[in-house]
Structure formats: structure tokens, C-alpha cells
């Protein structure tokens, strides 16, 4: 419930408009008498209204009431609507200005929204705001400057309304992936399904031996109760792990649009995540730079999503070089079974890929392995821009010198039997459900 804490008056435009008025005319009057009556009638009519102005506004105790509504949480990165509402208790029609203290991360110094309410009239104040960085919010309190239809006072209102929001990787968009995912037009994609026999423990069906057939699977019960040999079936499993790897080094804090990278390979992580455990796999996560700093085991139990979110929740950039070796160490050493390695990373020459080269090779040998990194849209829009003078001519070749490095980065990977996904940060979400996806109908996790 929000408290009133104090109110404090003003004077309007009109009124030192007025006032303004009635000493010229008196200043007037020193060089022309007849002026002064004038002077007096204006100063004295300014006065009497002023005071009528007062009353209607201070008289009433509540005159207004204000409630702001707030989310539990914002979505990083999106839209998140807030409203102000508005009761008119006056018996006249008022005009407000209401000016709402912002939390100091949206750096917002000229917000202010102006209404005007009839007698008992409530109104809903609706804005939106756009974090672009994790962590808690803290909201301060509401004004609300009130004017009558004589707008020769101002009362203002203060609200004491304080409350913290707490701003986690974008959630708005799960609902949107869940069609995705529940989606089964592979065949019109052109994904060619294959079906493969395996020795997993998922048991598919129990069927008629034939030649070649393994003789391990003979089903000895079913072959007594049919008096024909029966094999049993398996297929590989359909329940597969899939682990969303997060580099939190310097190269993910490069800003795009506001956010940084890792913030937008936080909210397709948080997506990723969903879609999987729809899917009904398994969702794990790791988070490294110099160290392993967050370790998830993959699970599809009820409270996975909740334990993904906690963890992106604090995840923040540092500064020191990602070391690709100690991840290379920390799965082989907890990652026993064979997964899916969605790895967001970024590379922006081919020498930073040769470093690290090695120890994703070697994770690929045990695991399925997705690179995903970042297009550098500035460099995109630099090779695309028309030249006007020979320093736009060098910019332009230097700018498609990197792209051009960019595609044998993917080349180089993809050589080596590693798959990647080379996208822009705005379609990162929806390219890495699309990715993970294709693997899954092509059974190659």
C-alpha cells in the first residue's frame, strides 16, 4: 500500500503570469494615474483567486490517490510494462503531472507523464521500460503535481513507494519457443530423420530373429512362449543431455544494441534450456572464464528450469582470457556420458581460434559439439557502406578482411568435425533453438 509522506505547494505559470501583469500596470500607474485603480482591481481580483485556488486544492485531505503496479520481475532485454493509477476524489476535473523516480541503472532524468481526470475518474498510467542489465531494480517514490481548472496553485503529492524488482535473463519468450518446440514439420524443413540401432539401455520392441541379427538380444522367454527364436530391439536413447557452456571472459562483454554478448547468450540459454526439457531431455549447465564457476548437472526434474535461473541470474563478465583447457579438464572429468555441448563463445581471429583449437577437438571426440559465436554486425555495416573517400575504401577492406576471418573460423571448425553456428547477437535465440532442433530430429546427439 502506498503512504503519503508529505505535500508542498507551488505556484503555476499563470499565477507569476498574472502577477507579472498587475506590477507593470502599476508600474504604469506612476506615469499614468488612471492606470492605478486598474492596479488595484487586477492586484486585489489575483489575490481572491489565488486564495480560492488554496482551498480547492488543500481543503480536501486525500485528493488524490496513487497505486503503482509493478512485476515481480523484469525480463532482461525486453518491454516490461509498469502502471500508475489514478483516482480523481476531487469535485472537479484536475490536470496532473506525474514524475515516477526510476531506478539510477535506466539513467532517465525527463520522464513525466501528463493527464487530465474528471471528477472521480480513475485513470491507468501505463509505460515501459527496458533493462539491459541483471540484478535489482530499486524504484523510489511517485510525485504527482496537481492543478485546479484556475491553475494558479500546484499541490504536489509524494508517495512514499519504494520497492526492488529484480531483472532476470529474458523469460518473456519461453512461451513463444514452446510451439517450436512442440513442432513436427521436420520433413518439410528437408531434416532427413534417421532411424539408428544402438545397444542404449531404451528398449524399442521385441520382433522375429533374422539373419545377422545379434545373438546377444535372443529373448528366451518370448522364444519359449512363441517356439521361434525373438530378438529384442533397442534404439539409441531418446532422452539425451544437453549442456548450454557459457564463457564469461572479456570477449563476451562487447556490447550490442545496449547488452552485452553474454547477456544475449544468457537469454538463449534460458530459452535453450526450456525447449530441451520440453523436448524431454535432459538440461544442464557450466559457466567459466579462468575458473568453472557454475556446474549444473543435467536433469529434467520439475525444478531444473528454476535452478537455470538462479544461476543466470548472477552471472556476470570478467575480465581474465577464457581458459578452454581447464573446461576441456572439467568435462571429460564430470561429463561421463555422451552429450550435447552448446558452447558460447566468440572468436574474432583465427589465431584465438588455434589456441583453443586443441581442447575443443578433444571435447568433440566424446561429446557432440555446437561453437556458437557472433557476427560483428559493426563490421557488417562498415563492409556494406558505400565509399565516399579513400580512408571509407580502407575501413571497407579492413572491415571484410575480418568477416572474410570469421567464415574460416567456421570453415576451420567444421574441418574438424565440430558443428557452428556463426549468427547475429538479436537472432542468437531463435538460431540456437532452430540448431539444437536439427540435431535432434537428425539423431546425430
Known amino acids: 500500500m502506498l503512504k503519503m509522506i508529505y505535500r508542498s505547494l507551488f505556484f503555476g505559470r499563470r499565477f507569476y503570469f498574472l502577477l507579472m501583469i498587475t506590477i507593470s500596470l502599476f508600474v504604469i500607474s506612476f506615469g499614468v494615474s488612471i492606470i492605478y485603480p486598474v492596479a488595484r482591481v487586477t492586484f486585489v481580483v489575483l489575490m481572491i483567486l489565488t486564495l480560492l485556488d488554496f482551498a480547492l486544492l488543500f481543503l480536501r485531505g486525500e485528493g488524490i490517490h496513487v497505486q503503482r503496479s509493478l512485476p515481480d520481475r523484469f525480463s532482461n532485454g525486453e518491454r516490461?510494462?509498469?502502471?500508475?493509477?489514478?483516482?480523481?476524489?476531487?469535485?472537479?476535473?484536475i490536470s496532473t503531472i506525474t514524475l515516477d523516480e526510476l531506478p539510477v541503472q535506466f539513467q532517465i532524468r525527463n520522464f513525466r507523464i501528463s493527464e487530465i481526470l474528471l471528477p472521480k475518474e480513475r485513470k491507468n498510467l501505463e509505460y515501459h521500460l527496458r533493462p539491459v542489465e541483471r540484478g535489482e531494480y530499486e524504484f523510489h517514490n511517485v510525485n504527482v503535481f496537481v492543478k485546479s481548472p484556475l491553475k494558479l496553485i500546484v499541490r504536489r503529492y509524494v508517495v512514499k513507494s519504494a520497492s526492488k524488482v529484480k531483472v532476470f535473463p529474458s523469460f518473456q519468450h519461453l512461451r513463444k519457443f514452446e510451439l517450436l518446440a512442440h513442432a513436427s514439420n521436420v520433413s518439410e524443413s528437408g531434416t532427413k530423420r534417421l532411424r539408428k540401432i544402438g545397444r542404449s539401455l531404451e528398449f524399442e520392441q521385441i520382433k522375429d530373429y533374422i539373419f545377422g541379427d545379434d545373438i546377444r538380444n535372443i529373448n528366451w522367454k518370448a522364444t519359449a512362449r512363441r517356439a521361434q527364436l525373438m530378438v529384442n530391439t533397442f534404439i539409441d536413447e531418446k532422452s539425451q543431455s544437453v549442456y548450454c557452456v557459457l564463457d564469461q571472459s572479456r570477449l563476451m562483454k562487447m556490447p550490442f544494441n545496449g547488452m552485452s554478448l553474454l547477456n544475449y547468450a544468457i537469454n538463449a540459454t534460458l530459452v535453450l534450456s526450456d525447449v530441451i526439457l520440453t523436448k524431454r531431455d535432459r538440461a544442464g549447465l557450466i559457466s567459466f572464464s579462468d575458473r568453472i564457476s557454475n556446474f549444473l548437472p543435467a536433469d529434467k526434474k520439475a525444478n531444473q528450469m528454476s535452478s537455470i535461473l538462479e544461476i543466470l541470474y548472477n552471472l556476470q563478465t570478467t575480465f581474465p582470457e577464457g581458459d578452454f583447457e581447464r573446461l576441456h579438464a572439467f568435462v571429460k572429468l564430470r561429463v561421463s556420458q555422451r552429450s550435447l555441448i552448446v558452447l558460447f563463445t566468440n572468436f574474432e581471429s583465427m589465431g584465438g581460434l588455434q589456441r583453443q583449437l586443441p581442447f575443443l577437438k578433444s571435447i568433440a571426440k566424446s561429446h557432440m559439439l555446437l561453437v556458437v559465436f557472433f557476427e560483428n554486425t559493426g563490421l557488417k555495416e562498415i563492409s556494406e557502406k558505400e565509399c565516399a573517400d579513400v580512408e571509407d575504401v580502407y575501413m571497407k577492406t579492413i572491415a571484410q578482411k575480418f568477416q572474410y576471418e570469421k567464415r574460416l573460423i567456421v570453415k576451420e571448425l567444421r574441418k574438424h568435425g565440430i558443428a557452428t553456428l556463426l549468427t547475429e547477437?538479436?537472432?542468437?535465440?531463435?538460431?540456437?533453438?532452430?540448431?539444437?532442433?536439427?540435431?535432434?530430429a537428425r539423431q546425430a546427439i
Open 80 to 93: 516490461n510494462r509498469v502502471s500508475i493509477s489514478l483516482l480523481n476524489n476531487f469535485p472537479f476535473r
Open 425 to 440: 547477437p538479436q537472432n542468437l535465440t531463435i538460431e540456437s533453438v532452430n540448431k539444437y532442433l536439427e540435431l535432434k
